[in-house]
């Protein structure tokens, strides 16, 4: 059974810095790109990252470029969301997701993760 099991939001303040983990089982994780959305409230799913299975390639919307980073462990099969600079506007709950190919969209993943939330607020 496919399972992504994420861990790691909390409260934080603007500028500040977290970095959620994303714990996968039931599939061979070397072998999928893992994405990274989010949905902001009262707003719709986005795209925010992803990586490849060998976590040499990464790929960032413009919202995020230079402020957060995507990595992953797959002797652990963890995946790994470094978010620094934090801005009020990055509140959302954050997903991660598994596809077979790069995306910079929300649709093609086929297993997500329960969601962690992520809220920056003074």
């Known amino acids: 059974q496919v399972q992504l099991v994420e861990s790691g939001g909390g409260l934080v303040q603007p500028g500040g810095s977290l970095r959620p983990a994303c714990a996968a089982s039931g599939f061979t994780f070397g072998s999928h790109y893992i994405g990274w959305v989010r949905q902001a409230p009262g707003k719709g799913l986005e795209w925010v990252s992803d990586i490849n299975g060998l976590g040499g390639s990464t790929y960032y919307a413009d919202s995020v470029q230079g402020r957060f980073t995507i990595s992953r462990d797959n002797a652990k099969n963890t995946l790994y969301r470094q978010m620094n600079s934090l801005k009020p506007e990055d509140t959302a709950v954050y997903y991660c997701?598994?596809?077979?190919?790069?995306?910079?969209?929300?649709?093609?993943?086929?297993?997500w993760g329960q969601g962690t939330q992520v809220t920056v607020s003074s």
């Open positions: 997701a598994k596809a077979i190919s790069h995306r910079t969209v929300v649709a093609g993943y086929d297993s």
